[in-house]
């Protein structure tokens, strides 16, 4: 069995939104792996600037692209993850596993990715227990409070606004979005006392995608040793969840391989916090509105408004000057387009919404001076962030799974201070604002 070099990449991958990107992140700082997260495909220079990160990232946006996108942009991103030389290159998805035929088509990365790395198979690994999303004979299960659902049952994902789920198997789920062979590694054969032998086997009938259950870290640590004693070419490459990402790094510790977890940094209270809320998600609704009970004020945002470009240049210039107002007076603030499933919209352009938002965001932090921001929702946050003057991330502290405090990076000194939480719509607890505001208060 090779064990990976330690001069070297360990460990690569490409976010399909902005809050999954930095999910990856916090998984692989978190384990003790030194990590940058690049906004952009980064240059030799790039690259100079970490010399000691042993994990590399692209934050992306190709979950709200369609088909003709992808094939444009990723072969080139693809190809810049494979100058980085790691031997495990991961398209990172969200464990929900939201996607289309003509949207965020995981079926089609799979086969530009395929074809860029030259792999015989790309596994595909979808469960996270740790975020409380599961994959059991190929269905997809997720949690919504203290109830777990299948997939096209939950309660958010069957009505998202652009990539609704419909189907819990995800080799069907797929299908709809890929000719390529697909195959499938069940739990039986996880917990097999031959499962290296069953797999070898399945290997002989050359499919081109294998989906691996996963109802724990076990049997998710299990997957990630039949990646890695499997492959056969220089770099893998893996469409996976941050279970895979854990996974990976469980298991190359289970081998000495890599460091102990280092123990997590404390982030220190901020004195104030924006943020921006774009999620129509349950969970995101309950935080929200929790946080207008407390110690925030809120900036609601109209998205017709928002999208008028005859008038949103005064309109969100309005609305900064509402939330400058507040931050002046010591207040945190919270700028909304939505609250919960109910207030979901008809709106031209999603993309163009976030955009937008983006620059109220930008406009926002640099008339305030606030050096804390969030941004709520996948789309919202892998749109919006472009807006802003950073060119990368690092890991400053955990706080939710999947929602990392973080540190901007910028060769503009304003943004230098800049601390920022992406959080996925469905992440964090119902106190998560305040949470990030003081995480000294947050109950561990």
């Not at 991103?77 to 035929?101: H, M, N, W």
């Not at 921001?373 to 962030?385: E, K, L, P, R």
């Not at 060769?411 to 201070?417: G, Q, V, Y």
């Amino acid at each position: 069995m090779t064990a990976p070099a330690h001069d070297k990449p360990l460990f690569s991958f490409y976010g399909d939104d902005f809050t999954g990107s930095t999910d990856a992140l916090d998984v692989l700082a978190g384990s003790g792996l030194k990590t940058v997260l690049f906004l952009q495909p980064p240059s030799a220079a790039n690259l100079a600037a970490f010399p000691d990160c042993r994990a590399v990232g692209i934050a992306g946006d190709s979950r709200s692209q369609p088909p003709d996108w992808m094939r444009l942009r990723l072969p080139a991103i693809f190809e810049s993850l494979r100058s980085v030389g790691a031997p495990i290159v991961q398209y990172k998805i969200c464990s929900t596993f939201d996607s289309s035929p003509g949207t965020g088509s995981i079926g089609c990365a799979l086969e530009i990715g395929q074809d860029v790395f030259d792999v015989d198979y790309v596994p595909i690994v979808a469960a996270a227990p740790l975020l409380r999303r599961y994959v059991l004979f190929g269905n997809l299960f997720a949690a919504e409070g203290e109830e777990v659902y299948r997939i096209d049952r939950h309660p958010a994902m069957r009505q998202h606004p652009i990539t609704p789920m419909g189907e819990s198997d995800l080799r069907l789920h797929l299908a709809f979005q890929t000719s390529r062979k697909l195959a499938h590694v069940d739990m039986l054969t996880l917990s097999a006392r031959d499962a290296h032998a069953r797999f070898a086997n399945l290997l002989r009938e050359q499919p081109d995608g294998i989906l691996f259950d996963g109802m724990d870290r076990a049997s998710l640590t299990r997957a990630a040793g039949l990646i890695w004693r499997d492959r056969n070419k220089p770099q893998a490459f893996v469409v996976g969840s941050s279970g895979f990402t854990t996974a990976m790094v469980e298991y190359w510790r289970g081998h000495g391989w890599v460091p102990d977890s280092a123990t997590p940094a404390r982030a220190k209270a901020a004195d104030r916090m924006l943020v921006l809320a774009g999620s129509c998600a349950p969970a995101t609704h309950r935080q929200v509105c929790h946080a207008l009970r407390g110690c925030f004020s809120g900036v609601p945002i109209d998205p017709a408004q928002m999208c008028d470009a005859s008038a949103n240049g005064s309109y969100r210039s309005s609305l900064s000057a509402d939330a400058v107002q507040h931050l002046a007076a010591g207040r945190s603030v919270v700028m909304y387009s939505a609250l919960g499933p109910s207030s979901i919209r008809e709106i031209g352009n999603r993309q163009t919404l976030a955009r937008e938002m983006g620059k109220l965001l930008r406009q926002a932090i640099l008339e305030s001076g606030v050096r804390r921001v969030m941004i709520a929702g996948g789309d919202t946050a892998s749109f919006a962030v472009g807006e802003l003057g950073i060119d990368a991330l690092t890991f400053l502290a955990p706080l939710a799974p999947g929602a990392p405090l973080c540190k901007a990076h910028s060769a503009a000194p304003e943004w230098r201070r800049l601390e920022l939480v992406l959080k996925g719509g469905q992440v964090g607890p119902e106190t998560f604002f305040e949470d990030v505001l003081r995480p000294e208060r947050r109950i561990q």
